[in-house]
């Protein structure tokens, strides 16, 4: 369920979609995290583009 | 410092469409070259030589950076002096007969690639989810009229996704055979049951002959249709890429029939490659249909296991465009890479057991799709159809079992089973 303030970001490259309230958990990427607090050095796990590329989906 | 040589006896099968129809062999040949060469190079007679990528590790690492390794210099597929040179004779000077997204580099790619990339997000096919649904209830119930036996491959594996990207780019039913047949030259050029008849496939030079008459058909056909999306337009993809522009221009002519024909050629046999694949799977393991049946859930990861399982895509060709390090080895600029798909979808620095099925793998990190900008533009589409249609057969397929061998195509490029033969009961 997604709580208030939780976005939704979609790489550039690929699209896939990194969902705050899911977040990732099968990469050790715990539900709730912010995009803002994945580190500087995240990068889509489906095609490797850097955080830097990814869109804000929604508010 | 001299670059490992392979020795020619192991690495030249893998050369070879033939030895593709052996599945195991192939997997003999990269379990042995990951091991004992995973980046040395191929010296095969009739073809340059050629840096044999087999690391997971190190095709992400090549793919992602595409402005020094190039898609667009060299053949992007593994070619023969002979195939390279004739290539160039077709076209006036280019080192492909298709110029598709595939072949391209930055920024050309991107510009071409945004032609069509809405049309292929997840967002945008949340309005197809139903159409999909649909099309893939209809082809298992088509399946149940079957009998007790039926060859997937062609009964079934063949027609659902090829019926899926049809749709989306506009094109209509009764032309869907004359695409799978023309799919069938061009990525089994060198089957004796799926080439094309006439062919010759003892001559060096028949890939680039299939492929140049290939890829006249397809212009003969989608030129009706350019036309008629630019009269007419409606909302599907012939029409993006009819009225598509790159910086404010039509695109030029080789490069608009070939996004036809990459949509219509690998958006279908991938999948249709993967699918067949799965029940080949399925088929020889009943307990993973028990599985399946109990928790449905699993079939997501069913799904993503079988594109690693399957990987339909063997192997792409990049060339150096400067110098670079890879794994402590001196790649030169102008160097050729084979980039092993197959291969890095087994990798054992990766995959626990890569050559048992795990449906439960997550994150199941395969490549199946490709890494970097280059990664597959359908893949959002071709993981829905696959789920929709194994959420729809699942629950009826009561039981499934090989009722004889089954075969796999030989293609050096694009490979997957051509004859799944089951016996099968659905209610």
């Known amino acids: ?59 | 410092m001299t670059p490992p040589i392979i020795p020619t006896d192991l690495i030249a099968p893998a050369f070879n469409p033939a030895t593709f129809g052996q599945r195991g062999a192939v997997h003999e040949i990269f379990r042995r070259l990951r091991r004992e060469y995973p980046l040395a190079v191929a010296e095969v007679p009739g073809f340059d030589p050629h840096w044999i990528v087999t690391r997971h590790a190190d095709l992400r690492e090549v793919t992602r950076q595409d402005k020094i390794f190039h898609s667009s210099d060299r053949s992007k597929t593994l070619a023969s002096q002979l195939a390279e040179q004739l290539m160039r004779e077709y076209t006036g000077g280019a080192p492909h007969i298709f110029k598709t997204l595939v072949h391209m580099d930055e920024p050309e790619h991107t510009q071409y690639r945004q032609v069509t990339q809405a049309q292929f997000m997840p967002q945008a096919l949340d309005a197809l989810d139903d159409r999909v649904r649909e099309t893939a209830r209809r082809h298992v119930d088509r399946m149940a009229t079957l009998g007790d036996t039926c060859d997937f491959a062609t009964d079934v594996a063949f027609l659902y996704p090829l019926e899926v990207i049809h749709d989306v780019i506009g094109i209509p039913r009764e032309d869907h055979a004359q695409m799978l047949r023309l799919t069938q030259w061009l990525f089994t050029y060198a089957d004796p049951d799926l080439c094309r008849p006439g062919a010759n496939i003892t001559d060096p030079a028949e890939i680039i002959k299939t492929w140049d008459i290939v890829y006249r058909e397809f212009k003969d056909y989608y030129e009706g249709v350019i036309r008629d999306r630019r009269a007419c337009p409606r909302h599907d993809v012939a029409s993006l890429i009819a009225n598509g522009t790159v910086n404010g221009c039509p695109m030029d002519e080789r490069a608009m029939i070939s996004y036809y024909v990459i949509a219509s050629t690998a958006g279908h046999d991938t999948t249709s490659a993967t699918t067949a694949m799965s029940m080949w799977v399925l088929a020889e393991n009943p307990p993973l249909l028990e599985k399946l049946k109990a928790n449905p859930a699993l079939i997501l990861g069913f799904v993503e296991e079988s594109i690693r399982w399957a990987t339909p895509v063997q192997q792409f060709v990049r060339s150096a465009a400067e110098d670079y390090t890879l794994r402590g080895q001196q790649i030169r600029k102008g160097d050729l890479l084979y980039l092993s798909y197959v291969s890095a979808n087994r990798d054992e620095e990766v995959f626990e057991d890569p050559y048992e099925f795990r449906p439960e793998r997550s994150p199941n990190r395969h490549i199946g799709f490709g890494f970097g900008g280059h990664v597959c533009l359908g893949q959002h589409l071709a993981r829905r159809e696959m789920r929709a249609f194994w959420e729809e057969l699942i629950p009826r397929l009561q039981s499934v079992e090989m009722a004889d061998e089954g075969r796999m195509a030989e293609s050096e490029f694009v490979c997957g089973p051509k004859s799944v033969p089951i016996r099968f009961r659905m209610n």
Not at chain 1, 5 to 12: E, H, P, S
Not at chain 1, 43 to 52: I, L, N, R, V, Y
């Open chain 1, 1 to 59: 369920m997604r709580q208030p303030g939780q976005r939704r970001w979609q790489c550039n490259t690929c699209s896939e979609i990194y969902d705050e309230a899911r977040g990732l958990p099968e990469y050790g990427i715990a539900a709730g995290t912010r995009f803002e607090d994945l580190p500087d050095d995240w990068e889509c796990p489906m095609c490797g583009t850097p955080k830097s590329d990814f869109s804000l989906l929604d508010e």
